[in-house]
């Protein structure tokens, strides 16, 4: 048996209970991790409410960044072994359609996401495919190598991927104090970017110029947030937006954007619908990319440069497995300053 937190239908909150299940045993092709941390993503709350109609298999386990301990391989499986400290990619692809054949993997046509369409994180054990686990960082423990990759590689695709960011660009980051924003904010300035970031909350700001965030800005506390990134651009605007709010910051990307700029969207926490300037798109040879975790190589490419940096998640709390509720609901309301991690076992 192990004990994990479930949900047994879509919800609220209320919905989250902390139960003890049987463990999970691998097939061939699996490994079984014994989680030491694992973390919290928007994605979590939109599997619980079952956002878009998305149905799960009940009882479902959320979660879908972790590191720990392989406990069990399965007989096929060569690339690890029983006791290596590991990380998860927690992005899922069939490996055979047009997309996985091209390298695209989060363009992948059955593309999944453990978490979602399989049993998460959010356990003292969790079977994962052999494939998507890899070395920890040596340079992390394991609640940072637990908060890191789903953010990090989804903020790598938007700027790296995507985007195609050179050094001495700028970008703007809306709504510092998510973990993708804060992701992109470390990466842009890894990758030698000038960065301005937006919150509602002064004391958020204040840490993310120590982060390296060079112009900030409280959109609670002026009429025109464009207006203020054309000011501290020159008058320019910004090279590359990314933008994980949506409805709420649409309109203001069409405005901060420089000509021939790109607007990279990998969520949309405040949204779905919002209505596009498309004469500003056109005149001003705009640039709109999705974006969604990442390929394997992106995740390859980035877990070299966080590695070779030796970058590290922002942290914003370690909460015990027991009270992800609470963990969970500091995330709905917005007040979290980087990763909340989930610790499961700590020896
Ligand atoms: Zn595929």
Redesign the pocket.
């Known amino acids: 048996m192990m004990k994990t937190v479930i949900i047994e239908e879509h919800g609220g909150l209320d919905q989250l209970k902390f139960e003890e299940i049987p463990a999970p045993k691998p097939t061939e092709e699996e490994v079984v991790l014994r989680v030491h941390s694992a973390s919290l993503n928007h994605l979590d709350i939109w599997v619980r409410k079952g956002r878009g109609g998305l149905k799960v298999t009940m009882p479902h386990i959320l979660g879908s960044d972790a590191a720990g301990v392989v406990i069990a391989v399965g007989s096929n499986v060569k690339n690890v072994n029983v006791g290596d400290e590991v990380i998860l990619n927690p992005g899922l ?5 047009e ?2 054949s091209r390298g695209e993997q989060s363009q ?3 593309f999944g996401i453990v978490g979602m369409t399989r049993q998460g994180t959010f356990a003292e054990q969790v079977a994962v495919p052999a494939q998507k686990v890899h070395p920890k960082p040596d340079h992390m423990n394991f609640d940072e190598a637990g908060a890191f990759v789903l953010s990090y590689l989804t903020a790598w695709r938007m700027l790296m991927t995507r985007a195609q960011l050179k050094p001495g660009q700028t970008v703007l980051i809306h709504g510092i104090g998510g973990g993708v924003a804060l992701s992109a904010l470390q990466l842009a300035k890894l990758a030698g970017a000038e960065v301005v970031v937006t919150s509602s909350s002064d004391e958020k700001l204040i840490r993310a110029r120590k982060i390296g965030a060079d112009y900030t800005i409280n959109y609670s506390k002026v009429d025109d947030v464009a207006q203020c990134v054309r000011d501290v651009t020159s008058g320019r605007g910004v090279d590359i937006i990314i933008d994980t709010v949506g409805a709420a910051t649409w309109h203001i990307d069409f405005s901060a954007v420089h000509r021939g700029g790109k607007i990279v969207l990998c969520g949309v926490t405040s949204g779905p619908q919002a209505p596009t300037n498309l004469q500003m798109l056109y005149w001003n040879q705009l640039t709109i990319l999705g974006s969604t975790m990442g390929s394997d190589e992106d995740f390859r490419q980035m877990l070299k440069a966080v590695t070779t940096a030796k970058l590290k998640p922002i942290i914003d709390s370690v909460i015990s497995l027991e009270n992800a509720r609470d963990a969970m609901d500091k995330m709905e309301a917005g007040e979290q300053f980087g990763k909340i991690v989930l610790r499961v076992f700590s020896d």
């Not at 692809?93 to 359609?97: K, R």
């Open positions: 692809s069939c490996d055979s359609c997309f996985c992948c046509l059955s």
